[in-house]
């Protein structure tokens, strides 16, 4: 007896406890994370028609389009009907993109969705991760030849994950950051810095803690922007060189009145401009930023919530953000966040037009709905007092006891019902 006994509970020794909330815990995270990825994309119609979407969630196909090919993305519905049973890549959200499915690309697949696609979309973007690769290491995710614990981290810019300690800054220790951009971007984007010495959060790592340097004020103009997206100006340059040859001609002597005319001429000219470019730069926060001072190295940074509204909207900024392609960062709906935040709020939308309750409810008449919520808050009542007798006594609820209250629930039924007295009149 004592050794079936020993034998019973053995088992149940070996089994990791874990309690009703913990449960319902971890399984109220894995909803809200499945929410916040596919909740903003519809499940059950190709995207295709929408055009370039401003945000959603897509995929890769490695059976259909692997490494060595082109690049192509698939959204949510064609996962699923397309492209079941196919090795796909989860690229979690990707902006402004059309689904790719059926098109050129795909050699034997047809979009079951739509038959005829166009054979590219020309604005799509890709990178390394249409083909399961990601960071500055190019290695896949999950890596299973890396076991070095760590966090992936999507930046904001480019959208390609990375790995925390491979973007030259510490991830921030009890900060909250809203968004990253990586080192590459912020070297593409570097007019971002002058922003990033205010705002955001810089950590150097232990290979990359140098001192950092002071950006220069350099009273760039923001009108022209070069490959590497640093704010350039020839004009001042080139004004600076009228402005000695003049000087110089001032320091010949005079030969006749036009001449020292057209020269102070030139000056008042050359006065006029830059009075000019000092009332534009004087509403342009980037410039009012940059005479501030500020830092730049070869990092990421960390940015906190709603960092986007304080960039600047003046002409000459508008324009650089066009020239380096990143005007989104002015739409406060292409963040993440507020894809999620409407994922959520679809999600809860449409829980609470197809709570089963309520269907139930609105199917049934006046007697029949009184009766059944009776018997729904009665279930509730008996589930909340048999459970909280395990609460109380520390005991684990096994699948027996859920599976024990259930017959014993109905049992009452049975005898409520049997005891019940018919009259006719």
């Not at 491979?166 to 593409?188: F, I, T, W």
């Not at 609460?391 to 027996?400: F, I, L, N, R, Y």
Request: aromatic share 8%.
């Amino acid at each position: 007896m004592a050794a079936n006994e020993e034998t019973h509970k053995r088992p149940l020794a070996e089994d990791p406890i874990v309690s009703l909330a913990e449960v319902l815990e971890e399984n109220e995270l894995l909803e809200n994370a499945a929410c916040a990825v596919l909740g903003g994309s519809d499940s059950d119609k190709c995207s295709y028609s929408e055009g370039y979407v401003k945000r959603q969630a897509l995929y890769a196909c490695n059976t259909c389009t692997p490494k060595g090919g082109q690049p192509a993305g698939i959204c949510l519905a064609c996962s699923y009907k397309c492209h079941e049973g196919h090795e796909l890549f989860e690229l979690y959200t990707k902006r402004n993109f059309r689904c790719d499915c059926g098109n050129s690309k795909f050699s034997d697949l047809q979009c079951k969705f739509f038959s005829e696609k166009e054979k590219t979309n020309c604005t799509n973007k890709y990178n390394d991760n249409f083909f399961g690769l990601y960071c500055t290491c190019k290695r896949p995710y999950p890596d299973p030849e890396d076991e070095t614990p760590d966090e992936m981290i999507q930046c904001v810019v480019c959208e390609d994950w990375f790995h925390g300690r491979h973007l030259g800054a510490v991830l921030p220790d009890n900060v909250e950051y809203q968004e990253m951009v990586c080192q590459s971007c912020m070297k593409r984007c570097s007019f971002l810095w002058a922003y990033a010495s205010h705002w955001s959060v810089i950590k150097a790592d232990a290979d990359n803690s140098g001192p950092l340097p002071k950006m220069e004020d350099d009273n760039v103009d923001v009108c022209t922007v070069q490959e590497n997206g640093d704010s350039h100006n020839q004009k001042p340059k080139g004004r600076a060189m009228k402005n000695e040859e003049t000087g110089a001609k001032h320091s010949e002597p005079s030969t006749s009145c036009k001449a020292e005319k057209s020269e102070a001429a030139n000056g008042d000219e050359a006065s006029c401009s830059v009075e000019e470019d000092a009332a534009k730069n004087a509403g342009c926060k980037l410039q009012q930023l940059k005479k501030r001072g500020g830092i730049q190295r070869e990092c990421a940074t960390y940015w906190p919530l709603n960092w986007r509204n304080g960039l600047c909207t003046c002409t000459s900024c508008m324009n650089l953000y066009k020239e380096l392609e990143i005007s989104f960062l002015l739409d406060e709906f292409d963040t993440v966040l507020a894809y999620e935040n409407k994922g959520k709020s679809d999600e809860e939308t449409d829980s609470e037009r197809c709570d089963p309750l309520m269907t139930a409810l609105s199917n049934m008449n006046r007697i029949q709905q009184v009766e059944l919520i009776y018997e729904y808050n009665d279930l509730k009542s008996e589930l909340k007092d048999y459970l909280k007798r395990f609460a109380d006594e520390g005991k684990v609820v096994t699948s027996e006891d859920i599976q024990q209250f259930f017959e014993e629930l109905q049992s009452k039924k049975r005898r409520r019902v049997d005891g019940m007295q018919y009259f006719c009149s």
